[in-house]
């Protein structure tokens, strides 16, 4: 998915971020630290309770959480670092797209992490999830 499309496919203050970033950032501007993550993250999360629906997301620990798809395999969930690559703001889970947006610059992240547009050029960190009953765990 190229950057317009993804763009295309948000609504509300998404867009509105995104408008005012493209008029105050271009590619040559970073500056600042990088939000490259080495942290670890060993918690649980509560699937009873959190993450119900498809799209949403839960924060924890630095690391954003989000359920791609219905049903508890570890496979429906993705679980990477909160903060952006290029310099540290936290991102969004942005659905039905399924990926992840900055709200600083515009830096958009696919579900594997990887970088597709944007600001930045580095991967988000991604971390294991794993699941038994209604207990998810997020570690790496
Ligand atoms: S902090 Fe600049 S794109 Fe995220």
Known sequence: MQRREFLGSL???VVAACAVCLGACNKSSSGGSNGTSTATANF???LSTQLLTVGSSVAANGVLVARL????????????QQACTHQGTSINFV????????PN???IFNTA???TGGQSTAALKVYTVSVSGSTMTVSG
């Open 105 to 107: 610059h515009g830096a």
């Open 95 to 102: 659905s039905p797209s399924q990926g992840f947006l900055c």
């Open 11 to 13: 609504t509300g203050p």
């Open 44 to 46: 649980t999360l509560d």
């Open 113 to 115: 992490g990887a970088n």
């Open 69 to 80: 798809t219905s049903g508890t395999a570890p496979s429906a969930f993705v679980a990477v």
